[in-house]
C-alpha cells in the first residue's frame, strides 16, 4: 500500500504559476509510474501527466509546454509545475501511483484560476 498527500493548490489569476507536491510514503518500492489527474466541475476525470521511476513523462495535450512533471531521486516525492495557467485548468488536481498492485490514489487538492 502506498499513502500519497498531495499539496501546493490554491486561487491564481491567469497567466501565473503554481507547484503542487505529491509526497508518497509506504510501499513505495512497488511504484513504477506517478501521475497527476485532474477533475473539473462536471467533467470526468482526465489524465494531465505522467512520470516512470526511469524518468520518462507524458502530457496531455490540453497542458503540453505548461505544465511540467518532476520527481525525485528518491521517488519520495513527485511535483507538477504548472505555468501560464489558464480558466480551464480549474480542477481538483490528484495525485496516482501505479505499478505492483491496485493503483493508489491522494485526496485531491484544488486549484482555482481566475480570469
Known amino acids: 500500500q502506498v499513502q500519497l498527500v498531495e499539496s501546493g493548490g490554491g486561487l491564481v489569476q491567469a497567466g501565473g504559476s503554481l507547484r503542487l507536491s505529491c509526497a508518497a510514503s509506504g510501499s513505495i518500492f512497488r511504484v513504477m509510474a506517478m501521475g497527476w489527474y485532474r477533475q473539473a466541475p462536471g467533467k470526468q476525470r482526465e489524465l494531465v501527466a505522467t512520470i516512470t521511476r526511469g524518468g520518462i513523462t507524458n502530457y496531455a495535450n490540453s497542458v503540453k509546454g505548461r505544465f511540467t512533471i518532476s520527481k525525485d531521486n528518491a521517488w519520495d516525492t513527485v511535483y507538477l509545475q504548472m505555468d501560464n495557467l489558464k480558466p480551464e485548468d480549474t480542477g481538483v488536481y490528484y495525485c496516482?501511483?501505479?505499478?505492483?498492485?491496485?493503483?493508489?490514489w491522494g485526496q485531491g487538492t484544488q486549484v482555482t484560476v481566475s480570469s
Open positions: 496516482c501511483a501505479s505499478g505492483i498492485g491496485p493503483d493508489s
